[in-house]
């Protein structure tokens, strides 16, 4: 059985840091690209950054270029999402998902992701 744990999100101030963790069970992640996303309340799910199975790069949306790192422990089968110079926007539910497509130079959309983790709650606010 898949399943993926998330954790690291909570209430930061705009300019802060957070990096959440997206612990796999029941796949071996470095087979997989894994996508972040996030959702904002009364708006769509949206992909903030991937590392791609295709070579192992890290793909990300403009709103995140330069903030945010995403990376893979292959050891932990873990995955992780660096978050600074967090902003008011960045305020949401953020999500891990897996999916064997090989991205190449974007991150992808929900419907082409397999399986997902529950989530972790990120709030920016002064």
């Known amino acids: 059985q898949v399943q993926f744990v998330e954790s690291g999100g909570d209430l930061v101030q705009p300019g802060g840091s957070l990096r959440l963790s997206c612990a796999a069970s029941?796949?071996?992640?470095?087979?997989?690209?894994i996508g972040w996303f996030r959702q904002a309340p009364g708006k769509e799910r949206e992909g903030v950054a991937c590392?791609?199975?295709?070579?192992?790069?890290?793909l990300y949306d403009d709103s995140v270029k330069g903030r945010f790192t995403a990376t893979m422990d292959k050891s932990k089968n873990t995955a992780y999402l660096q978050m600074n110079n967090l902003k008011l926007e960045d305020t949401g539910v953020y999500y891990c998902a897996v999916t064997v497509i090989p991205f190449r130079s974007r991150v992808g959309q929900p419907h082409e992701y397999d399986y997902w983790g529950q989530g972790s709650q990120v709030t920016v606010s002064s």
């Open positions: 029941g796949l071996t992640v470095a087979l997989y690209a």
């Open positions: 590392v791609s199975n295709y070579d192992g790069s890290a």
